[in-house]
């Protein structure tokens, strides 16, 4: 018998036995999608088919149960997709089930080698300690190479650790990808150069299936720090790809574009902390980007806190990443973003620091908030 893995699925309804009902309708639709009475026996109904290992009362209190379903590492073939496939297919269609949590097995951890640098990796790349991490964004979409470099530049000269393109720059005819990279990686190469500094640039790569791991290579080639990919967009095996690759060495940062129906709702498609934490951390992800409490999204401060405890959660071996929120941060929320994650932690603040008539001096100010 192959070793198996369990997902935990939160089941909208007030009726024990309408929650069994559809525990184990779930068993059959995440794996052999026929009746269960016409399951062939043997290795089918044995190994292949999901089973219910638990039904159990929600113990937050909300009017539905958990149950856990285990599945067998044979039915997903050394395929992440397929993986994905088994935990939320065909179910993620029907109300009312919410994917909780998701436990792993040995096989899977063999298919998912994690994140390559982690938190820990991309502090060393800044040249900092465990301390939290600063980045921003250039933008917006439509500005010509040069004006996007200044900005590249001014952020590194403020103390930016990290420059990343904003997730809607790609290949546009103002700012081609190739055009971009390169002057983006030389502007923050001549910062550093001014003011000492270990600032990385971080260009988008999402773009056609074709064409994201070339871009991705000559991110590589051409110094950047770090590529950005939005997986909703992109696929969820292109970061997971790119991190187990041996010609690959830059660290992957995950853009939450594209993905807010995984999450967005109280009882379908997955919790914050099983979306960005636990499938980012699979996938090799070594930073995640998405929407801090109090910001223009709408995440809670207990949902942003479960993805950040998520990033760093012991997940057989896999390294801790970092939790990247944003969306709407300025200055004045630094304090309570500190008091709440601590120092593992990347800030995300771009468009505050442009409404300023000084991008230099308003990174410097950033700066000192977040250490002083």
Do not use: W
């Amino acid at each position: 018998m192959a070793p198996r893995f369990t997902v935990t699925y939160f089941i909208r309804t007030g009726d024990v036995e309408e929650a069994r009902k559809r525990a184990l309708d779930i068993t059959l639709e995440q794996t052999v999608e026929i009746p269960r009475h016409v399951v062939p026996k043997g290795y089918v109904e044995d190994e292949i088919l999901g089973r219910l290992e638990a039904l159990d009362k929600d113990p937050d209190g909300r009017q539905g149960f958990l149950a856990t379903i285990s599945y067998s590492e044979d039915d997903i073939g050394g395929d992440f997709p397929q993986f994905l496939n088994i935990v939320f297919g065909n179910s993620s269609i029907k109300p009312g089930l919410k994917v909780e949590d998701i436990g792993l097995s040995p096989g899977i951890l063999d298919l998912c080698k994690g994140p390559r640098h982690g938190i820990a990796g991309l502090r060393a790349r800044a040249g900092v300690g465990e301390t939290p991490l600063l980045m921003s964004a250039i933008k917006p979409v439509g500005l010509s190479t040069k004006e996007l470099a200044r900005l590249a530049h001014d952020f590194a000269l403020g103390g930016m650790h990290y420059v990343k393109d904003d997730h809607g720059l790609v290949d546009q005819k103002t700012s081609p990808f190739g055009e971009r990279l390169r002057a983006c990686v030389d502007a923050v190469g001549e910062a550093n150069a001014k003011s000492g500094g270990k600032t990385s640039f971080v260009p988008n790569v999402t773009g056609p299936a074709n064409a994201i791991i070339d871009r991705a290579m000559q991110a590589q080639e051409a110094g950047a720090g770090g590529v950005m990919i939005a997986p909703a967009l992109a696929g969820y095996d292109v970061i997971r790809t790119l991190a187990a690759d041996p010609d690959f060495s830059l660290p992957l940062i995950s853009h939450p574009a594209f993905a807010g129906a995984n999450v967005v709702s109280p009882d379908c498609g997955f919790t914050h902390r099983t979306f960005f934490g636990t499938l980012h951390r699979l996938m090799g992800a070594d930073a995640v980007i998405y929407p801090n409490f109090g910001g223009r999204f709408g995440f809670t401060r207990e949902e942003c806190l479960s993805i950040a405890g998520a990033c760093a959660v012991e997940l057989g071996g896999l390294k801790a990443i970092v939790p990247a929120p944003g969306g709407g941060m300025t200055l004045n929320r630094v304090g309570e973003m500190r008091a709440a994650y601590g120092n593992d932690i990347m800030y995300l603040v771009g468009g505050a620091l442009l409404e300023t008539g000084n991008l230099v001096e308003a990174c410097q100010r950033l700066f000192d908030a977040v250490y002083a």
